[in-house]
C-alpha cells in the first residue's frame, strides 16, 4: 500500500520522480521470472527476463570519484554475466559524481539524445536529460477527461487483445523496436493481466487504438509512462484525457501530486493539463552488449 505525500516542496517532487522509478524497478524484480534487485549506498541495480533496458538498469548511484571507473567496469561485468543485452544506467538530482554521465559515456554509453538513432526514434530528447514535472492533483481538472472527440474511449487493460492494441500504439509512437514493445506485453502476462502494479490503458477511437498510457504509484506519488497518441489523432484533447484519466482515479485513492519526466516534444502537452517543471532533470545512459 502506498503511503501518499501529502504535502511537499519542489524538491521533493523531484526527488519523487525518482523514487516512483526507483519502486517501479523494485516491482519488476521482486515479480518477474530471474528478478534480482541489489541496494547498497553506493548504487542500486535490477535484472528480469524482458529484453526492454527498462527492465535492467542501474539507479541512485553515490560513488566517489576515485571509484567512478572501477564501478562502471564492474557494472558492466554483472550484467554481462546475466546475458544481458542492453541496460540502462539512470542518473539524476543527487547523483554523485556529477561527472558520471560523462563517464559513462567514455565507457561507450549512450545518452538519451544519442539513444534515439539506436532505441527509440520517436522519443526526442537532448543530452540534457529528461525535464522532469509535477501535478498538484488538489487542482487538476477532471473535466478535461471529457474534452475529446465523440467515440473515443479509455479501457484499461484486460485482455490479450488490449495488450496487443497497447503495444501496437506504443512502438508506432516512439518508434522503438519491435521487441521493446513486445517486452512489456511479456512482463505483464508474466504477473498476469491486470495484476501488475503498473495499470495499462488504452485509448480507442471508433474502435481504433489511438493512444496509450502506464500508471504507476510507488514513492509517495502516481507516475504515467508510455504515453502516447498516433499523429494523426493529435490537437484532440486524446493525449490529455489519456493522461489525466488514471490520474483522476489514483486522487480518488488519496493520492495528492502526479510526477512525471518529459520527452521535449510532451513538456507543453502536459502544461496545457496543470503539470509544471521541477528543478531536475532525469537523464539515461545505453549499454549494448557487444
Known amino acids: 500500500m502506498v503511503k501518499f505525500l501529502l504535502d511537499t516542496t519542489d524538491a521533493d517532487l523531484a526527488d519523487a520522480v525518482q523514487q516512483n522509478l526507483f519502486d517501479l524497478f523494485r516491482s519488476m524484480a521482486r515479480l518477474l521470472p530471474q528478478g534480482e534487485c541489489e541496494e547498497s549506498p553506493t548504487l542500486c541495480r535490477h535484472f528480469s527476463f524482458p529484453t526492454n533496458p527498462m527492465f535492467k538498469g542501474v539507479w541512485r548511484t553515490r560513488v566517489p570519484e576515485s571509484d567512478v571507473d572501477r564501478t562502471i567496469e564492474e557494472t558492466i561485468a554483472w550484467f554481462t554475466e546475466r546475458q544481458a543485452p542492453y541496460f540502462f544506467w539512470w542518473t539524476g538530482p543527487g547523483t554523485e559524481p556529477t561527472s558520471l ?168 502537452a502536459y502544461r496545457r493539463i496543470g503539470f509544471r517543471e521541477v528543478p531536475g532533470r532525469i537523464n539515461r545512459y545505453l549499454w549494448r552488449a557487444g
Open 101 to 268: 554521465g560523462a563517464r559513462l559515456m567514455d565507457h561507450g554509453l549512450l545518452d538519451m539524445a544519442e539513444q534515439q538513432a539506436t532505441l527509440a526514434a520517436g522519443v526526442r530528447q537532448t543530452a540534457l536529460g529528461a525535464p522532469t514535472m509535477a501535478l498538484d492533483l488538489n487542482r487538476a481538472d477532471p473535466e478535461l477527461v471529457s474534452e475529446v472527440p465523440p467515440g473515443f474511449v479509455i479501457d484499461e487493460v484486460r485482455s490479450d487483445a488490449d495488450l496487443a492494441d497497447f503495444k501496437q500504439v506504443f512502438v508506432e509512437v516512439y518508434a522503438i523496436p519491435e521487441w521493446a514493445g513486445q517486452a512489456w506485453v511479456d512482463a505483464t502476462c508474466a504477473v498476469g493481466i491486470g495484476k501488475p502494479p503498473w495499470r495499462m490503458f488504452v485509448g480507442r477511437l471508433d474502435g481504433r487504438p489511438v493512444a496509450t498510457n502506464m500508471l504507476f504509484c510507488g514513492g509517495g506519488v502516481a507516475s504515467v509512462y508510455a504515453v502516447a497518441t498516433v499523429a494523426d489523432a493529435r490537437g484532440k484533447g486524446i493525449g490529455g484525457a489519456i493522461t489525466l484519466a488514471p490520474l483522476v482515479e489514483a486522487h480518488r485513492d488519496g493520492c495528492r501530486y502526479a510526477v512525471l519526466f518529459s520527452t521535449e516534444m510532451g513538456v507543453g
